[in-house]
């Protein structure tokens, strides 16, 4: 009997110590943030002391009632040098120190190397251990969860063709500047509207029945269109992983109601910032490139512009910035297969607002637009050298997956810049006979409108446009109403 009580105790002991469970963001090859606080975390057995150590840093804690552990490394000025992570018996094995980057959003952020004109060269010399991804695979849920299937694989030839594109051409940019290892996030779903990316808190203001509609209808319809089903499974599994910052690529899929995308977008980045315990979290991302037809008409009523403006509007937050694509796309394909400049324009605002490297990182917008005469003087910031217009391209991509291009037709043939639209007090817009550089500003005028009221520049699914600062960075697209008479 005694004997029996004894064998019992220890396979108790055994069951208890043995209990230990990590997320599986924490396996072999993951990335872990260089910075002050980092945290680990996991489950055990309610109770059990928990013992993180790894790179000569060590923590210790107990797990709680619920069985939830955590502790915080200070992982700052750790080396580059892979090593081990332990967690009671447990061993998670080469690990790096660098920079971990979400990439999230719907399918141009999914869209993988191997469909990127670019691939074939690519994956003839990779980086390897140095860029590694995490690929976050879970269906859409209902109910927050608490892990997700995912492992950490290198950027070798191998496993490259997987990598997402935009998110690999953006790691290789920091490499570029011997910033690394890199960890990428891949947490994507094509088709994902903004609202399923989001938590129930933070739609509580905005659709207050969010979880009552996804409750009702995600039997019958796909759970990446329905509010919060790609938060729950493909975002709150992460949470408090410790992020360098994100970047983002989404909006397709709410173009038919660009009105609600910017409270939308506004809200659920600083959702991500409270859960992922970082304020200042840096938020990046792209500014929907060119689509559809293209279209001679200056009066074109685009939701594709409009779901731009929305994106340009939430820049009044502190800690993000876009990259804008209206230069770049395919207009009969909504997945553009060369996904190199909008990584590289994604790299730049890091590089420039994450680790100071004091480069220019964006295109010249529109600051103030004042009526001399029958002109419009448009004045940009960020210009960054000066104001150019650069030679409009003499054909666009229709398709390069069938090897398809167009013509291009000028709206504006007998002047410098592309792209300007101006109106008068009936709103009827024409496209702008004259539209020339000068200085930082941009001067325009038609004679079909003698006192013109107000401008738009590449507001169109797909506009030809071609102002450009000194950096090469293309020009925000906009509209606007004249500021006041000179």
């Known amino acids: 009997m005694k004997t029996a009580f004894v064998l019992a105790g220890v396979l108790s002991a055994v069951v208890l110590?043995?209990?230990?469970?990590?997320?599986?963001?924490?396996?072999?090859?993951?990335?872990?943030?260089?910075?002050?606080?980092?945290?680990?975390?996991?489950?055990?057995?309610?109770?059990?002391k928990i013992v993180v150590a790894c790179n000569g840093r060590k923590a210790e804690t107990v797990a709680g009632k619920d069985g939830a552990w955590r502790v915080d490394l200070n992982l700052k000025d750790a080396p580059e040098t892979p090593f081990e992570l332990r967690v009671n018996e447990k061993v998670v094995k080469d690990v790096a120190a660098g920079e971990v980057w979400l990439c999230s959003g719907q399918s141009n952020m999914a869209f993988a190397m191997r469909g990127d004109v670019n691939f074939q060269k690519k994956v003839k010399k990779t980086p390897g251990a140095v860029i590694r991804r995490f690929y976050v695979s879970a269906p859409g849920s209902a109910e927050p969860r608490k892990n997700c299937k995912g492992r950490w694989v290198y950027a070798d030839a191998r496993s490259l063709q997987f990598f997402s594109?935009?998110?690999y051409y953006f790691a290789e940019e920091l490499l570029k500047n011997n910033i690394g290892p890199v960890g990428l996030i891949q947490s994507v779903q094509g088709a994902s509207r903004?609202?399923?990316?989001?938590?129930?808190?933070?739609l509580k203001e905005l659709i207050p029945d969010a979880k009552a509609q996804t409750a009702a209808k995600k039997a019958t319809v796909k759970p990446y269109r329905l509010p919060l089903m790609m938060f729950n499974a493909r975002i709150n599994p992460l949470v408090p992983y410790r992020l360098t910052?994100?970047?983002?690529?989404?909006?397709?899929?709410?173009?038919?109601?660009p009105q609600n995308y910017a409270a939308l977008f506004r809200t659920m980045i600083r959702d991500w910032r409270k859960r992922f315990e970082d304020p200042d979290l840096p938020f990046f991302w792209c500014n929907l490139p060119f689509f559809r037809d293209r279209s001679?008409?200056?009066?074109?009523?685009?939701?594709?512009?409009?779901?731009?403006?929305?994106?340009t509007a939430v820049l009044?937050?502190?800690?993000?910035?876009?990259?804008?694509?209206?230069?770049?796309?395919?207009?009969?394909e909504i997945h553009p297969r060369d996904k190199h400049m909008a990584?590289?324009?994604l790299g730049a605002l890091a590089l420039n607002r994450v680790y100071g490297r004091k480069i220019p990182d964006c295109g010249p917008s529109a600051e103030k637009v004042v009526r001399e005469g029958g002109k419009l003087r448009i004045a940009f910031k960020d210009a960054h050298g000066g104001l150019k217009a650069m030679p409009v391209p003499e054909e666009y991509d229709i398709s390069t997956r069938k090897g398809k291009k167009g013509k291009t037709v000028r709206n504006s043939p007998g002047t410098q810049l592309e792209g300007f639209a101006l109106c008068g007090a009936d709103g009827v817009w024409h496209w702008a006979e004259e539209a020339v550089v000068d200085g930082d500003t941009v001067v325009i005028s038609s004679g079909k409108v003698p006192l013109p009221t107000g401008v738009k520049y590449a507001w169109q699914d797909s506009?030809?446009?071609?102002?450009?600062?000194?950096?090469?960075f293309p020009a925000v697209p906009f509209q606007r109403k004249c500021d006041g008479i000179k």
């Open 17 to 48: 110590s043995g209990a230990v469970e990590l997320p599986a963001i924490f396996s072999d090859h993951a990335v872990l943030a260089r910075k002050e606080k980092v945290p680990v975390f996991g489950t055990a057995a309610p109770g059990e």
């Open 165 to 167: 594109a935009v998110g």
């Open 194 to 202: 903004i609202e399923s990316w989001m938590s129930e808190e933070s």
């Open 245 to 257: 910052g994100v970047i983002w690529y989404q909006g397709e899929s709410n173009t038919r109601d």
């Open 296 to 311: 001679a008409d200056p009066a074109e009523q685009s939701r594709w512009a409009e779901l731009r403006a929305a994106q």
């Open 316 to 332: 009044d937050l502190p800690h993000t910035g876009q990259a804008v694509l209206a230069d770049t796309g395919e207009t009969a």
């Open 343 to 345: 990584g590289a324009r």
């Open 463 to 472: 506009p030809v446009c071609n102002l450009y600062n000194g950096a090469g």
